[in-house]
């Protein structure tokens, strides 16, 4: 493995200086040899590799639409040196095997780490405590827990669960979500539900989750994760929890930063997405939410589908978009454009927070010397369009098929070995 | 107007054009011979893929009137009951050749996607989709009122309709109050809270939660039918409070002033919306629907699928 120079890249966005790569660690520049590969970073900006919190790569079961290799070289090329897999595959990562099985495939894809979340109850049902302990000491060393697309509804299996991950500081992710306020449930709950005759999803729905595991996770002293807030509600209490001292943290996707409602008019089931798009002024609350502190982290919730999954009616289409690839763009066009975050603030919720929360010692790093080589170098300036059919995931179910972005990762470094260069995935 | 998707697609103009030509095309149904060669040789596919008699049966009819070839497909024993999507169903009807689908559908929306994604070329009417339109419902309702209360010209401006029960779940009124917006009528919606949508006030009506308060002073009560599946679901209590409080009864039918109509989209629930007596009574204009649903179907075909030479020369005849 060479070393690499990374020469005059803003680091963090507040300050150019060189950073240079050996053995996977970041080491002194003064220190590599002239042999050591070049890549300038002039007006770019150099971030640690980003984090993803919330990914569907599908493999067990529906390859069809992702695997672990196709969703890896799509975080690559989004700029993310570590993905979170979903345990919603088929079979369900509810036990050491699955968890182990997903953590081997992305050790061997080689171009980021993959680190599986294990289910909270036994096939996302619900009733019976999955094998957390076992996920826990297996080679995969799971500590993110959700039963993500399904809530853990039951009040008393969330207090287990809450108070079982104590035991080695693990987390709860809540997909906040009653289930017997959204039977059937295929948009946002609103005037446009209403008129579009598409049974309502009320964002109630979500803060009655949220409010419950809030105090839930107080009384038991246990860490609690919101997945995809979407609602002014939500972040409401969010803020209202952090002001209490209670360890809840919060992610928001960037289709919830972007979206809304009003584009289900199309009643095309490519913006269809569960939690849903809400309002403009939810889309607001969320934006506000992040630059105050309140909400953590952005995760993407990547979900692809295949072709036929969203070329059919409404309410026979999956839920789910396409989010690695066009995440950054998103956090960059939304946020720091408009000057909401700065690009340490998005290295916080993009990188720093998202390590921190799920225990990933290797990412989000200070960029100092002695830590782990992962870094993503960003273009801002960069504009590009999006375009479904150049995607490196393996299904096309992104909702931004024709925009302009502005902003990509033009190079990635993943433990001291370049795996995007000039926007091209390497190896794999 | 290359599809009929939604009221709110339409102009006033266009809306009073499709009356105006049912207006015409309604003396065909009383001539000897029902027919006019003007649709000869297109061809008409009714795809219904939710049960539905009525309105199957009323586009077959106005079709058949305008000499346009009618193909059934239905969901029941067909490739879409063997798991075909509707995407390859389009493809099929366009791959012989369809002019037009009139597609019934649950999914609200069904009909949108099919006119806007290219699989067919065809036009697409929508008879009636999920809980969200049935324009040729509203079209036919207001060819209704027009002819009773408007001496059958004209808009509807200053006329008073009462719209009543599962507000909610009704494409029914979704397309009404869309249509008798556009018309200049006022629209009171009466329904339980439960089965009145959110955001219900953003869409120009009034409401009510009390049927006799507002039934004085009606020109029109229109009841929706109530379907049997919301009878689970904590709407209300029980059909007999349902009923009580929201039915059209002989003693409301009393309570009905000046020369105000009873309607109902059909099927009927005798019993439950409505009784026997208030449906068979002197005001109820039920039948007459169904007659009037054939004219204006045949106005939709006719406007949609005729050349304009056609549409103009018919305009001629009635000016």
Known sequence: MSSIIIKGGSLFGEKVADLAVSNGKIVEPSSVGSDAVVIDAANCIVLPGLVDLHTHLREPGRENAETVLSGSRAGVKGGFTALSAMANTLPVADNAGVVEQVWRLGQATGLCDVFPIGAVTEGLEGKNLAEIGAMADSEAKVRVFSDDGNCVSDSLVMRRALEYVKKFNGVIAQHAQDPRLTVGAQMNEGEVSSQLGLKGWPTIAEEAIIARDILLADHVGSRLHICHLTSAGGVELVRWAKARGIAVTAEVTPHHLLLTDELARSYDPIYKVNPPLRRASDVQALREGLADGTIDIIATDHAPHPSESKECEWQEASFGMLGLESALAIANMVLVETGLLTWRGIAEKLSINPAAIAGYGDHGSDLSVGKAANITIIDPKREWRVDRDLMQSRSKNTPYHGMQMRGVARDVIYRGSVVLRNGEVHNG | ?319
């Open chain 2, 1 to 319: 107007m290359k599809h009929l998707l939604s009221i709110s697609d339409l102009s006033k103009a266009e809306a009073l054009q499709i009356l105006d030509t049912a207006q015409e095309l309604s003396r065909i149904s009383d001539a000897p011979v029902k027919k006019l060669p003007t649709l000869r040789g297109k061809t008409i596919v009714n795809l219904f893929l939710e049960d539905s008699t009525r309105t199957r049966i009323s586009f077959e009819a106005a079709a058949k009137r305008l000499s346009a070839d009618v193909i059934n497909f239905g969901a029941k024993g067909s490739s879409v009951s063997k798991g075909e999507s509707l995407k390859d169903t389009a493809l099929t009807l366009q791959a012989m050749g369809a002019d037009a689908v009139i597609l019934r559908h649950s999914g609200s929306g069904a009909a949108k996607r099919l006119a806007d994604q290219g699989w067919m070329s065809g036009a697409v009417i929508n008879a009636g989709d999920g809980t969200h339109e049935h324009p040729s419902q509203a079209l036919l309702d207001s060819f209704t009122i027009r002819k009773h209360l408007a001496n059958g010209t004209g808009d509807l401006t200053g006329l008073k309709v009462a719209i009543v029960g599962d507000v909610l779940h009704s494409r029914v009124a979704r397309s009404n109050v869309l249509l008798l917006n556009l018309l200049g009528a006022k629209v009171t919606l009466v329904a339980p809270p439960t089965l009145l949508p959110i955001g219900v006030e953003s869409w120009g009506v009034n409401y009510s939660y009390d049927f006799d308060a507002t039934l004085s002073g009606m020109d029109v009560v229109m009841m929706l039918r109530v379907q049997q599946e919301r009878m689970s679901d904590f709407y209300f209590p029980n059909v007999r409070e349902f009923s009580g409080y929201f039915g059209l009864n002989l003693d409301r039918t009393r309570a009905m002033t000046n020369n105000s109509i009873i309607m109902h989209p059909g099927p009927m629930n005798r019993g439950l919306e409505i009784t026997a007596e208030a449906a068979d009574s002197a005001r109820s204009v039920i039948v007459e629907q169904v007659t009037n649903g054939v004219s204006v179907r045949m106005a939709i075909l006719y406007l949609l699928l005729a050349g304009a030479n056609e549409v103009a020369q018919l305009a001629e005849v009635s000016a």
